[in-house]
């Protein structure tokens, strides 16, 4: 029997990563109040 979560570290990548999240305005704010790190790991 197969394991439901199968990761796939693109699929993911496309999803959550940080070209996913330029095009919503989260960055921006996040640039506009001068952020050192845009994306907090």
């Keep these: 029997m197969k394991r439901t979560f199968q ?13 996913a999240r330029k095009g919503t305005d ?4 996040r640039r506009d109040k001068g952020r050192k ?5």
């Design 7 to 19: 990761p796939n570290n693109r699929k993911k990548a496309k999803k959550h990563g940080f070209f």
């Design 26 to 29: 989260i960055l921006k704010s």
């Design 37 to 41: 790190n845009l994306i907090n790991k």
